[in-house]
């Protein structure tokens, strides 16, 4: 089955850093999703990446889904405190398996 | 467009009982899925439904119910409840089935199992 790995498992920056994030599949990804949680609460869609090569950007935060589609960063320029949460990147189902998750990255960002 | 709603946000039960928690999708979604969220195992697949039909189902046992109206709105069962239980339960809605394309959650149940 397909499984997704993020690192790191968190991460603590001081407001004004860039940072990244990365989710590794073990098997071809054919839709991958990034999604923000605030702690207790539900998911915010953030961009969806399918094409090889793709990169999307809103507002400061890029995502780049690699040539080979088994792995994907998320970049954040010039962190502020209200990205703090937690990061997940998700997967469309492949041969008849269930949406998937992975564990999450949590981010703090200090003042 | 309203989000997805889901009721109770928060549920304290004790073992053994059962429980009947509700979300209702974004208007003209027919998908709704399930999903638990622990800190231990993460976020996972509970189910999914589509027009009123169960379209897949995650590695939960029969104790995890659920069920979808005819107007989209779906309702999860847990029966016998367990420690291990307590979990945030957060609902997805999409327009299309399988998991595919972008979904959107609410804003979850907190279930408390004593």
């Excluded at chain 2, 046992?61 to 291990?84: A, C, D, I, K, W």
Aim: with cysteine; hydrophobic share 30%.
């Amino acid at each position: 089955s397909q499984e997704l790995e993020q690192s790191p498992q968190s991460l603590i920056v001081q407001e004004g850093k860039n940072l990244t994030i990365n989710c590794t599949s073990s098997k071809t990804l054919y839709g991958l999703y990034w999604y923000k949680q605030k702690y207790g609460e539900g998911l915010i869609f953030l961009m969806m990446l399918q094409k090889g090569g793709e990169e999307k950007s809103h507002e400061k935060i890029t995502a780049k889904l690699d040539e080979k589609k088994q792995q994907s960063s998320l970049h954040i320029t010039a962190s502020q405190p209200s990205h703090a949460g937690i990061y997940l990147c998700g997967a469309d189902p492949i041969d008849g398996q269930n949406f998937v998750f992975g564990p999450g990255t949590r981010l703090s960002v200090l003042p | 467009k309203a989000g997805v709603t889901q009721t109770p946000r928060y549920l304290i039960k004790t073992r053994g009982q059962q429980v009947t928690l509700s979300c209702s999708p974004i208007s003209g979604h027919r998908s709704v899925s399930w999903y638990q969220q622990t800190p231990g195992q993460g976020l996972q697949f509970l189910f999914e439904y589509f027009s009123e039909t169960q379209r897949n189902k995650g590695n939960f046992p029969g104790r995890f119910s659920g069920r979808q109206f005819s107007n989209s709105r779906s309702e999860m069962n847990v029966s016998t409840l367990e420690l291990g239980d307590s979990a945030l339960y957060l609902c997805a809605s999409s327009f299309t089935s399988g998991g595919a394309g972008e979904q959107f959650f609410g804003p979850g149940t907190r279930l408390t199992v004593l």
